[in-house]
C-alpha cells in the first residue's frame, strides 16, 4: 500500500473505523497509539504522529523526549481482538526536527543489519525463524511488595487448577516430562493453537508446525518459515501479540517466561539461520567439513560461538533467563557446536541436508529477547567470524559428538562455559561488543544504556527482594 489511496481503499474494504500505531521499546516491549481513520490524510503519513520518547523504556532523556512514529504500510493487517474495526500498522521511530531515523529505534538496527549484509558481499539475504515456545495457564497469580512475595499457577492439563477437581479431569493429567506431542484429550491446547495459527496465517505470518511441548503444565510450540531479519521482528511481535490476546479471550493466560515452573521443561527461541546469495544457498557444500558445511557457515558458525558470551547479553536479557539455561535439560551451557545435539549452543540440524535447507540453529536464547536486535546481533557475530574467517575447532568449540559431559574431562575443561548469571552476560557484552557497533548498525550508546537499564530496573530489584525460599531455609535461624 504505497500511497494513501490504496491505504484508504484497504480501510475502508475491511470497513475499518481506526489506526492503530505499533511500535517496540529497546527490550521488546510493544506499544501503541491510536487514531481514528479520519485522521489519515498525505500530512499524517509524512509528518507521523508525535509521543513521548522518555516514558518509553531505553529511548530518550526527558530533556530530548519528543519523537515520532511514521506508519511503514506495508505491515497493515486488521486487529481481530479490537471491537473496533482496527487497522494495526508497525510503525518506524523518527527524530522529530531531522525526521530521521531514530538510531535506537529496534526496526531501523535489524534494516541496518540487513544493509550491511549486503555491503559485504558474502551473501545478500539472511534468513530467520525463531521457534516459539511458550505456556498456557489456566491461572497466574503473583504479587511482590515489602510484606508479600508468591506466584501461583494452575494448569488444567496436570490439574493444578482449583476450579478443576479430578472428576473433571477424567483421568486425563499429563505425566512429568510427557507432554512432548502429547495427543488429545490429554492435549486440552490444541483447539488454542488451531485457532492461533489461522490467525496468524491470516496476517501474513506462515506456520511450518505446531504440537505441545514437553512441559506438562501446557507448553507449546509453533514453528514459522523464515524471514528476513526485520520481517521476523514483525512477525514475532504479532506472534506474541496474538498469542496472549487469544489466550485472555479464552479465559487463559499466555506467557514466553524462560523458566515459569522449577523442574518443568523451560522455553527457549531458538533460531534457525542461514544466509543466501541471489537466491542460492551458501551454508551447503556437499563433502564439506563438518556435516557437508560450506566454509563460509563454518566460519559464521566460529562466530557465533567465539561471541556466544557476549550475544547473551541480547539473546538472554533476563535474570530468569539464566534459571533455564541450567545442567540437566536441553539447554545449552557450554559453547560448542554439534550435529542434532539439542544441548549444543549452535545444532546443526540432521534432517536438514540438502542445500536449501541446510542452516544452523543458535539455542541459548530465550523470548525476553527484543527480536529485532537479538536477529542483528546474531547476523553481526556470523559476519565477525566469517570477516575473520574464524574456526571453531581451533578454539575448541566443537564439533562434538554425544553427551559432552561424558568427554575426558581434559577436552571438556577447554569448552568455553556460557554465562551463568545476567550480570556474567552484561560483562561479557561490555568487554565484547565491538563486533555490534563498528560498523555503525548499533550505535555506540546501546551496550551501556541496554545494559544499565537492565540493572538498574531488573538485576538490582530482584537483588533487593527477599526470596520466599529464603524463609523456608533461614526463618528460624
Known amino acids: 500500500m504505497k500511497t494513501l ?28 497509539v491510536t487514531v481514528p481513520l479520519s485522521r489519515v490524510d498525505e500530512r499524517f503519513l509524512t509528518q507521523g504522529v508525535a509521543f513521548d520518547g522518555s516514558s518509553i523504556p531505553g529511548f530518550a532523556s526527558v530533556e530530548r523526549s519528543d ?4 506508519l511503514d504500510r506495508s505491515t497493515a493487517f486488521v486487529d481481530p481482538f479490537a471491537k473496533v474495526p482496527t487497522v494495526a500498522v508497525f510503525c518506524d521511530i523518527l527524530e522529530p526536527h531531522t525526521h530521521r531515523r531514530f538510531a535506537l529505534d529496534p526496526r531501523f538496527i535489524a534494516e541496518q543489519a540487513e544493509a550491511l549484509l549486503k555491503s559485504k558481499g558474502y551473501a545478500d539475504t539472511a534468513w530467520f525463524a525463531p ?73 501474513g505470518v506462515t506456520v511450518r508446525y505446531h504440537h505441545h511441548e514437553a512441559g506438562e503444565a501446557g507448553q507449546i510450540e509453533l514453528e514459522v518459515m523464515p524471514c528476513t531479519p526485520r520481517a521476523m521482528g514483525d512477525a514475532s511481535q504479532k506472534i506474541k501479540y496474538f498469542a496472549k490476546n487469544l489466550a485472555r479471550q479464552m479465559g487463559m493466560t499466555a506467557t514466553f517466561m524462560p523458566k515459569p515452573i522449577a523442574g518443568q521443561a523451560g522455553t527457549g527461541m531458538h533460531f534457525h539461520q542461514y544466509l543466501t546469495k541471489k537466491g542460492q544457498p551458501t551454508f ?5 567439513e563438518p556435516y ?36 540437566g535439560f536441553e539447554a545449552p551451557i557450554r559453547a560448542f557446536f554439534s550435529l542434532g545435539n539439542r544441548t549444543a549452543a549452535v545444532r546443526i540440524p540432521i534432517y536438514a541436508d540438502t542445500a536449501a535447507e541446510k542452516r544452523i540453529e543458535f539455542r541459548p536464547p530465550d ?23 574464524t574456526d571453531p575447532t581451533a578454539l575448541h568449540l566443537g564439533p562434538y559428538t554425544g553427551d559432552i559431559e561424558k568427554l575426558p574431562e581434559k577436552i571438556v575443561r577447554r569448552i568455553p562455559v556460557l554465562p551463568t548469571s545476567l550480570s556474567e552476560a552484561f560483562a561479557a557484552l561490555r568487554r565484547g561488543s565491538d563486533f555490534l557497533t563498528r560498523d555503525g548498525v548499533f550505535p555506540p550508546a546501546f551496550v551501556e544504556a541496554f545494559c544499565s537499564y537492565k540493572e538498574k530496573n531488573e538485576a538490582e530489584a530482584l537483588r533487593r527482594l527477599p526470596h520466599p525460599k529464603e524463609f523456608e531455609l533461614y526463618y528460624d535461624c
Open 292 to 327: 557437508d558445511l560450506s566454509p563460509l557457515a563454518v566460519h559464521y558458525i566460529g562466530g557465533i560461538l567465539s561471541n556466544a558470551s557476549a550475544l547473551l547479553g541480547i539473546t538472554n536479557p533476563s535474570t530468569i533467563s539464566y534459571k533455564r539455561l541450567v545442567p
Open 131 to 203: 521457534e516459539f515456545e511458550f505456556y498456557v495457564f489456566q491461572n497466574v497469580d503473583f504479587k511482590s511488595s515489602e510484606t508479600t512475595c508468591f506466584f501461583s499457577i494452575e494448569s488444567a492439563e496436570t490439574g493444578s487448577t482449583v476450579s478443576l477437581d479430578n472428576s473433571q479431569l477424567q483421568g486425563y493429567a499429563i505425566r512429568h516430562g510427557r507432554g512432548y506431542h502429547a495427543e488429545q484429550p490429554l492435549d486440552r491446547l490444541f483447539d488454542y493453537r488451531s485457532t492461533l495459527v489461522q490467525m496468524l496465517e491470516n496476517v
Open 5 to 32: 489511496q490504496k491505504f484508504l481503499n484497504y480501510a475502508r474494504e475491511h470497513e475499518i473505523a481506526q489506526v492503530d500505531l505499533k511500535f517496540t521499546d529497546l527490550f521488546g516491549g510493544l506499544h501503541h
Open 67 to 70: 519523537m515520532l512514529l511514521r
Open 284 to 288: 551447503y557444500q556437499k563433502g564439506g
Open 367 to 389: 523470548a525476553t529477547t527484543n527480536v529485532y536486535l537479538a536477529i542483528s546481533a546474531m547476523l553481526l557475530a556470523g559476519l565477525d567470524g566469517i570477516e575473520k574467517e
